[in-house]
């Protein structure tokens, strides 16, 4: 089973910049395509960014786009999420997942049921 642990989170003033880091165990890290979810104060978990397999193709929510950036370092088994010019509205719980989605990353990587893998989540805070 691959486990997931996210990193990075923590409070930072509106405009600021966070990069959360997600760390898996085992030897599987590159098969799989990764997403970052996140889950504000009395709101569901939500979609926020994606990255396929090979790190070629990349979806992002309308919320984000532009603002944050998501990569992967295979050989580190490691996944980030770099959050720039961050706003009051991204306070949220931040969830690392992973899944094969090998044929179908374009049309389901920006929903939750495709992902077999969770992390915790981290806590990300901005102040205004």
């Known amino acids: 089973q691959v486990q997931l642990v996210e990193s990075g989170g923590g409070l930072v003033q509106a405009g600021g910049s966070l990069r959360l880091s997600c760390a898996a165990s085992?030897?599987?890290?590159?098969?799989?395509?990764m997403g970052w979810f996140r889950q504000g104060p009395g709101k569901e978990r939500e979609f926020v960014a994606a990255?396929?397999?090979?790190?070629?193709?990349?979806v992002y929510a309308d919320s984000v786009k532009g603002r944050f950036t998501i990569s992967r370092d295979n050989a580190k088994n490691t996944v980030y999420l770099q959050m720039d010019s961050l706003k009051p509205e991204d306070t949220a719980v931040y969830y690392c997942?992973?899944?094969?989605?090998?044929?179908?990353?374009?049309?389901?990587?920006?929903?939750?049921?495709?992902?077999?893998?969770w992390g915790q989540g981290t806590q990300v805070t901005v102040s205004s």
């Open positions: 990255i396929s397999w090979n790190g070629v193709s990349t």
């Open positions: 997942a992973g899944g094969n989605l090998n044929g179908y990353f374009g049309r389901r990587s920006a929903v939750a049921g495709p992902y077999q893998y």
């Open positions: 085992g030897r599987t890290f590159s098969s799989y395509a």
